[in-house]
């Protein structure tokens, strides 16, 4: 709740400086704001503060989510003055959209209400339609806004329509209410409760881009501008996963058996769709919406098998995707800034010339891969384990072809950058500032794949 | 509410009601042929116009207009908007202790610097023909 007061204030003070022409404030102006709400967030640790009739509760869940979301808002404004150098205007526009999208993400991840949900998803979703339109005169990026916005007003239906169902018959937008109405039928749930949750499902499986719903991601992310790319991978995955995984653990609990064959049905499509898709993709930016369609799949895993873990795993799989996938893009904005194509042939000898851009793509796209001892390979190995004691053996077998499947592609730009043959693309200026940060990054994912502990057994 | 187990059947008012709907789009089709006269239909300019409550067409609705127009109309619906949250609020104000006041202060005080906002940014300015 603190979060969201002080990230709504940090938003509204960056719309006053930018528009009274103050550039040069807007930047540390929002890196202190961020972190103030990062501390203000982790403060409420332990206490499981209910606000507002149920509303809104601050568990640690809740916060741990929350505070990955800020994580991923301190990561983009750190390569905001890479991606936007050269731009005259103040920008806070797109600065208070991506703030306001956080807050939205966190009220995704701490609704305890249903209608709560919904207010969060929107104010998540309508800032990504504006930011996906963000570079005016770019036709790619119009396009990417248009159809984002079509389709996701119209699974964003669906999801109300959803909830008004289950609303309908249960009578109550509480989830710990609809969990108890579930319990009081006696295993008789009326037909019409079932169809307004798999139209909530719907919705959901949209948010994240799983199979079949993802027919939009490729367009949007391609299109979008690259920053934001970044951000809406990352920022949408965390905050949707968060919701469904509050939604089926608090509301549906009760269903949860009934509901694995449906789950277990699109998680394995998403896994094997994406990756295989992936496989055929030139264009990197648009491999990257691909494979961000089979992490997808990886993150529905953990929703499969409850154990009192999962919810810590899902935390420690978003959290080595959030930073491999915000460093690959950065040395992809460097490149595309750079060479003008987001095709494999810009990362030629990019090893020679750009050692430590090369290193940090090399760890990151492993890391995505799951090669051990990253964050990455930590990440899936733990999943993968919960998953085969939950006795779904089968999916870890197809998850794993999925991830060997994904070595293909991810290992396109290392190969590229380092072994490939041929003409060496000249050297990429890029500040020491940059250098530091992907450096920091990396390093990052290298220490959270020998400590998950840590961060499992914090949930 | 919730001891109620509903069947299929209870939803059978739902479907007299779309057959119904149904029913009057289809009767009316078929009963403007029934009664319109036996003469061989005769087409006309005239005829052929969408019905705009009488008064004749003028012109045609696709053509460019300043997008100020847009402009305008989309921040009217904004500040617009804040009318239903005044209004219950106003209704309720005698019950209301000092903290409700203060919150609808900082709901005002949103409001004007979202109006600050877009004044500085010049979207209030109609005379500056590019």
């Known amino acids: 709740m603190k979060a969201i007061i002080a990230l709504s204030i940090l938003a509204v003070l960056n719309m006053f400086f930018g528009v009274r022409k103050m550039k040069k404030v807007l930047l540390p102006l929002i890196f202190i704001g961020l972190i103030i709400t990062m501390i203000l967030n982790i403060s409420d640790w332990g206490k499981s503060v209910h606000y507002f009739n149920e509303m809104f509760i601050a568990d640690n869940f809740s916060i741990a989510f929350s505070s990955v979301l800020i994580l991923i808002g301190i990561l983009i404004f750190m390569f905001a003055n890479i991606y936007y150098k050269g731009v005259e205007r103040p920008l806070e526009d797109i600065y208070a959209l991506i703030l306001f999208a956080i807050i939205g993400g966190i009220v995704m991840a701490s609704f305890g209400n249903l209608i709560l949900f919904f207010v969060g998803l929107e104010t998540l979703s309508i800032s990504f339609y504006v930011l996906a339109g963000s570079k005016k005169f770019d036709i790619a990026s119009n396009e990417a806004a248009m159809k984002y916005f079509l389709t996701g007003s119209f699974a964003t239906g669906f999801l109300l329509f959803g909830i008004a169902l289950v609303y309908g018959v249960s009578g109550s937008f509480n989830l710990e209410a609809i969990n108890t109405y579930i319990l009081g039928c006696n295993g008789n749930v009326p037909m019409i409760f079932i169809a307004g949750m798999l139209l909530i499902f719907i919705g959901m499986s949209f948010k994240i881009a799983a199979v079949p719903f993802h027919f939009w991601s490729p367009d949007v992310y391609t299109g979008s501008p690259t920053l934001i790319t970044a951000f809406m991978t990352t920022a949408g995955k965390v905050a949707s996963i968060a919701a469904f995984y509050r939604l089926i653990t608090i509301a549906f609990i009760s269903l949860h058996s009934e509901l694995t064959t449906t789950l277990t049905v699109i998680a394995v499509l998403t896994i094997i769709v994406g990756n295989l898709s992936a496989v055929y993709q030139d264009n990197l930016k648009r491999m990257f919406a691909y494979s961000g369609v089979a992490q997808s799949g990886y993150l529905l895993m953990a929703l499969i098998v409850l154990g009192p873990k999962s919810a810590g795993i899902l935390l420690f799989f978003v959290l080595s995707y959030v930073i491999a996938t915000i460093t690959a893009f950065a040395v992809l904005m460097l490149i595309r800034e750079e060479r003008g194509t987001f095709f494999i042939p810009a990362f030629r000898g990019l090893a020679k010339n750009n050692p430590v851009e090369a290193f940090a793509m090399a760890i990151a796209m492993m890391s995505l891969a799951g090669i051990p001892p990253l964050a990455g390979f930590m990440a899936k190995y733990n999943l993968f384990v919960l998953t085969a004691e939950g006795g779904y053996t089968w999916l870890v077998v197809v998850a794993v072809i999925g991830s060997m499947i994904s070595i293909y592609f991810y290992f396109k730009p290392i190969l590229a950058s380092y072994f490939s043959e041929g003409e060496p693309q000249h050297k990429i200026e890029s500040s020491v500032n940059f250098k530091i940060n992907i450096l920091v990054l990396s390093i990052l994912m290298i220490l959270l794949g020998f400590l998950p502990q840590v961060i499992i057994n914090l949930l | ?130």
């Open chain 2, 1 to 130: 509410m919730t001891d109620k187990i509903y069947v299929p059947a209870d939803y059978v008012p739902i479907l007299i009601q779309s057959l119904v709907a149904l029913g009057f789009v289809a009767l009316t089709m078929f009963a403007t042929h029934f009664i319109s006269s036996k003469r061989k239909r005769i087409r006309t300019l005239r005829k052929d116009e969408n019905f705009e409550c009488g008064i004749e067409v003028q012109g045609n609705a696709r053509f460019p207009f300043s997008v100020k127009y847009f402009l305008v109309a989309i921040l009217f619906v904004l500040f617009d908007v804040e009318i239903i949250f005044f209004y219950p609020w106003a209704i309720n104000f005698l019950q209301m202790e000092w903290r409700e006041f203060f919150v609808m202060l900082l709901f005002v005080a949103l409001l004007l610097f979202g109006f600050y906002y877009i004044y500085e940014k010049g979207a209030l300015e109609w005379n500056n023909d590019e």
